[in-house]
C-alpha cells in the first residue's frame, strides 16, 4: 500500500508544567527562539466522548523549519493534555500536520485504523487529534487553520535572524 504524505509534519507539541520555565530551558540549551506566547487560548471540543472546554497558556518556537508547540494547561477539564485527576501530563505530546480539510483528514485516519481521540476549536483553528490504542503516547494532530501556513513561515523567519534578544513575544 502506497500512502502519499501532502505535507511534511510541521509541528512538535509537548505539555509544561510551567511555560515560562519551559521557554527558558529551550533557549538556554536548545538556542530555539524567539517565541511567540498566546496566553488563555480555549479549545471547545469532545474528549473521551464528552464535551470539555480546554484552557491554556501556549508558546511557538522553531529549530529550522520545526515548530515547536509548548502547552501549559491552566484548567482541570477532562482533556488529552491531563491524567484522570486533570494533572498535566508533562513532555512530548503531539506530532502534528496542517490540513486545508479536517473532515477528510479525519476520515483519512479512521481508514487508516486510527480512532479520534480530541476534536476541537478555537478562534480560526480547528484541530483533532487521533491515536491508535494499541501504540500509547503516540499522537497525531491535524490542524485546520486559515493563517497557520503564514504563521509558521513568519516564526520560521524570525527563527534564522535571531541574534538571541527578546526572545518572548506575548500577542494579544
Same mark, same amino acid.
Request: glycine share 10%.
Given at each position: 500500500?502506497?500512502?502519499?504524505?501532502?505535507?511534511? #509534519?510541521?509541528?512538535?507539541?509537548?505539555?509544561? !508544567?510551567?511555560?515560562? $520555565? !519551559?521557554?527558558?530551558?529551550?533557549? &538556554?540549551? #536548545? +538556542?530555539? +527562539?524567539?517565541?511567540?506566547?498566546?496566553?488563555? %487560548?480555549?479549545? &471547545?471540543?469532545?474528549?473521551?466522548?464528552?464535551? &470539555?472546554? /480546554?484552557?491554556?497558556?501556549?508558546?511557538?518556537?522553531?529549530?529550522?523549519?520545526?515548530?515547536?508547540?509548548?502547552?501549559?494547561?491552566?484548567?482541570? &477539564?477532562?482533556?488529552?493534555?491531563?491524567? #484522570? !485527576?486533570?494533572?498535566?501530563?508533562?513532555?512530548?505530546?503531539?506530532?502534528?500536520?496542517?490540513?486545508?480539510?479536517?473532515?477528510?483528514?479525519? !476520515?483519512?485516519?479512521?481508514?487508516? +485504523?486510527?480512532?479520534?481521540?480530541? %476534536? $476541537?476549536?478555537?478562534?480560526?483553528?480547528?484541530? $483533532?487529534? /487521533?491515536?491508535?490504542?494499541?501504540?500509547?503516547? %503516540? %499522537?497525531?494532530?491535524?490542524?485546520?487553520? #486559515?493563517?497557520?501556513?503564514?504563521?509558521?513561515?513568519?516564526?520560521?523567519?524570525?527563527?534564522?535572524?535571531?541574534?538571541?534578544?527578546?526572545?518572548?513575544?506575548?500577542?494579544?
Amino acid at each position: 500500500m502506497s500512502l502519499e504524505v501532502p505535507e511534511p #509534519a510541521v509541528q512538535m507539541g509537548y505539555v509544561v !508544567a510551567d511555560l515560562d $520555565a !519551559a521557554i527558558e530551558h529551550w533557549v &538556554t540549551h #536548545a +538556542g530555539v +527562539g524567539p517565541w511567540t506566547v498566546f496566553r488563555g %487560548v480555549s479549545l &471547545t471540543g469532545r474528549y473521551a466522548g464528552q464535551d &470539555t472546554v /480546554v484552557s491554556m497558556d501556549v508558546a511557538m518556537g522553531y529549530t529550522g523549519d520545526l515548530q515547536i508547540e509548548l502547552m501549559q494547561i491552566t484548567s482541570s &477539564t477532562p482533556s488529552p493534555y491531563t491524567d #484522570a !485527576a486533570g494533572n498535566p501530563l508533562a513532555g512530548p505530546h503531539h506530532i502534528a500536520w496542517i490540513t486545508d480539510d479536517l473532515d477528510s483528514a479525519l !476520515a483519512a485516519a479512521r481508514d487508516r +485504523g486510527l480512532e479520534e481521540l480530541f %476534536v $476541537a476549536e478555537g478562534p480560526g483553528t480547528r484541530v $483533532a487529534y /487521533v491515536h491508535a490504542p494499541s501504540q500509547p503516547g %503516540v %499522537v497525531f494532530e491535524y490542524i485546520q487553520s #486559515a493563517g497557520m501556513r503564514e504563521l509558521i513561515a513568519y516564526g520560521i523567519e524570525q527563527s534564522r535572524s535571531w541574534d538571541g534578544t527578546n526572545p518572548v513575544r506575548p500577542v494579544g
